[in-house]
């Protein structure tokens, strides 16, 4: 089974903080996934890596940046945790298109509060 | 751009009964894909269903099943033999076939069974 982990379940931080938020995935997937969570907005993709020290933007990248440097792992980064940063922020993985699209794996997430 | 609604923010089924959650989407393209995540209070996302837009027949797994109407761009659930582990957050979600890893999602549906 694919396993796809987060290195914390909860998290408390106080502003100004600089925040990594790690996930790790054991399926040799290439692309990663970084989505925030909050009621009634449902997942809005922040960045996401096709591979290794590639990363584009997605819907939401402000404030935040991220880093691939090694294929199973893809860090989130908050440079400075602001309160609107509160959140559950959940990692995905897939491997690449060969035929047709795949699923994406998602860790158990990570629950963020900042102060 | 993509987007998908689901227009049931919240809702209620007894246990055994059948409930059918609604999700719309818009699109250009003419080949993709839609998802249905299920996440459980406090567990990991997992993936329920999918549906290829190219294919006519509704997805169907046990008993969980689809109703894709392409021409209406709809893609419903519907959940027979409601179980209490049922009891979710469910996300109807897009892909298209053109390339991008992107998955767009809905805002989501909470399900709660009744005993």
């Known amino acids: 089974d694919v396993k796809v982990t987060q290195s914390s379940r909860y998290l408390v931080k106080r502003t100004g903080e600089k925040v990594f938020l790690e996930c790790v995935q054991d399926?040799?997937?290439?692309?990663m996934f970084w989505y925030r969570q909050d009621p009634g907005l449902g997942l809005r993709l922040i960045y996401f890596?096709?591979?290794?020290?590639?990363?584009e933007k997605g819907d939401i990248p402000e404030g935040y940046s991220v880093s691939r440097e090694k294929k199973e792992r893809f860090s989130l980064i908050l440079e400075s945790a602001s309160t609107n940063q509160t959140s559950m922020y959940l990692c995905?993985?897939?491997?690449?298109?060969?035929?047709?699209?795949?699923?994406?794996?998602f860790g158990p997430g990570t629950r963020l509060t900042v102060l | 751009a993509q987007t998908v609604t689901q227009s049931q923010p919240e809702m209620s089924v007894q246990e055994a009964e059948t409930v059918t959650l609604s999700c719309t989407y818009d699109t250009s393209e003419s080949n993709y894909y839609l998802f249905w995540y299920k996440q459980p209070p406090s567990r990991q996302m997992i993936l329920v269903i999918r549906q290829e837009a190219y294919k006519q027949q509704n997805a169907t797994e046990n008993r969980f099943s689809v109703n894709f109407q392409k021409a209406a761009k709809s893609f419903s659930l519907k959940i027979s033999d409601s179980q209490l582990g049922d009891t979710a957050m469910y996300f109807c979600a897009f892909i298209g076939q053109g390339g991008s890893e992107k998955l767009v999602f809905g805002k989501g549906t909470k399900l709660t069974v009744n005993p």
């Open positions: 890596s096709y591979d290794v020290k590639m990363k």
């Open positions: 995905a993985s897939t491997p690449a298109r060969v035929a047709g699209v795949n699923e994406q794996f």
């Open positions: 399926m040799d997937h290439e692309n």
